[in-house]
């Protein structure tokens, strides 16, 4: 069967392409690298010894998305491109809004056109805003996220909704992502973002192989047992894998649109997180404590059960390889 991964030389994407091809599957990338390198193909093709076919394009350019419905027999779509920073966002959220909602809509009247009903797509624990629990359950009502990036998510959630209410011959598969760190045990892929990272894991990195001096740890006075923010930090192996079982799922359910969160449940701090990367790495990770960053919640973490049940999907790797994963690419990034 031979998929499209739209944004498949990103981050999830590639991750997801590693699994997908060694579970037989064919897999065809289109991404127009604005955040990931053409070279990710190539540790592909070495992790896997397959071959995938690359389209240097933008999802917004209908022509060349119709080039590759036409050039290819896919059967389904799994839709991770789009621009992901937070605080980028709202500098810039007419770019976020273009650049996430067009893609999609271009990628799902191109997939109507040629008749492929079948999306899994890439949302996040954002979407949830806040709700009276930090555990998220998929029935929660979607609430009001606390930037533009996220807003995007929730519209392209509401977007594939009414495309299913408008043709119920579609089949569509949310998932919802809590927070993905780690990096394929290869050490070949892994997140390396250009810059000064936002997300915690790449500042760790940096600060461990001494591109950055420390790491502020933002807020020492929250409402968790250590006072720093508890997230649901899960291994992109095991996230690569969830969208491995949406897509079986898809195949074996009837149409209409199913909604999952992927997460372990467990929610750790950041000191648990620095602690952990630490020990099982044998490496100094120098902080100090900041200010609160605007916008974080004390905690929130996924009520993984219905991927669980439904998908039979489990998130089985530790804090530990996470942590271990994350430094092992990093220290061959720097190479
Ligand atoms: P990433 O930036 O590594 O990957 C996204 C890819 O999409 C990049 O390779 C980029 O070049 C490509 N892209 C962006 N806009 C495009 C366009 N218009 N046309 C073609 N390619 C385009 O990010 P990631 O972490 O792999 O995230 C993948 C998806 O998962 C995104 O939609 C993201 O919002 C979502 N998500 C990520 C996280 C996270 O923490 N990483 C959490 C929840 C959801
Ligand atoms: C984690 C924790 C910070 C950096 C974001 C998006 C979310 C989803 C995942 C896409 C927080 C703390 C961080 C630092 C720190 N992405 N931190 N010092 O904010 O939970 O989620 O990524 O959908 O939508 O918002 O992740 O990695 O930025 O932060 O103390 O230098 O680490 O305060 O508690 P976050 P993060």
Redesign the pocket.
């Known amino acids: 069967m031979k998929i499209l991964l739209t944004g498949g030389t990103g981050y999830i994407g590639s991750h997801t392409a590693v699994q997908l091809l060694n579970a037989g599957y064919d897999v065809v990338i289109v991404d127009n690298l604005v955040n990931s390198k053409e070279d990710t193909i190539d540790k592909i093709k070495q992790i896997t010894g397959k071959e995938v076919k690359f389209y240097k394009a933008d999802v917004r350019d209908a022509e060349a998305m119709d080039k590759i419905f036409s050039e290819n027999d896919i059967e389904g779509v799994i839709h991770f491109a789009g621009l992901?920073a937070?605080g980028e966002s709202c500098e810039k959220p007419i770019e976020y809004y273009q650049n996430n909602l067009d893609s999609t809509l271009t990628l799902v009247d191109t997939m109507r056109k040629h008749n492929v009903k079948k999306i899994v797509f890439s949302s996040?624990?954002?979407i949830y805003g806040i709700q009276e629990s930090p555990k998220y359950v998929e029935t929660m009502k979607r609430g009001t996220p606390s930037s533009p990036?996220?807003t995007t998510?929730v519209m392209i959630e509401q977007i594939l909704e009414d495309v299913y209410k408008a043709d119920p011959e579609w089949k569509i598969s949310i998932l919802r992502?809590f927070?993905p760190v780690g990096a394929h045990e290869s050490g070949l892929l892994g997140e390396d973002p250009k810059g000064i990272p936002?997300?915690?894991?790449p500042?760790i990195q940096k600060v461990a192989s001494k591109q950055l001096e420390q790491?502020?740890?933002?807020?020492n006075d929250y409402n968790t047992p250590d006072g720093?923010?508890r997230?649901d930090y899960l291994h992109v192996v095991d996230l690569a894998n969830g969208h491995l079982k949406a897509l079986e799922k898809l195949d074996g359910s009837e149409n209409g649109v199913y909604i999952y969160n992927l997460g372990t449940g467990n929610p750790k701090s950041?000191l648990e997180m620095v602690n952990t990367f630490k020990s099982v790495n044998n490496i100094d990770v120098p902080f100090k404590f900041g200010p609160r960053?605007e916008g974080?919640l004390d905690e929130f973490f996924a009520d993984p059960t219905k991927a669980e049940k439904e998908l039979d999907w489990k998130a089985e790797k530790t804090l530990e390889d996470m942590c271990r994963d994350s430094w092992n690419f990093a220290k061959n990034a720097m190479n």
């Open positions: 992901k937070v996040s624990a954002t990036y996220g998510k992502y927070n936002n997300n915690l894991m500042y790491l502020t740890i933002f807020g720093t923010c997230r950041v960053r974080d």
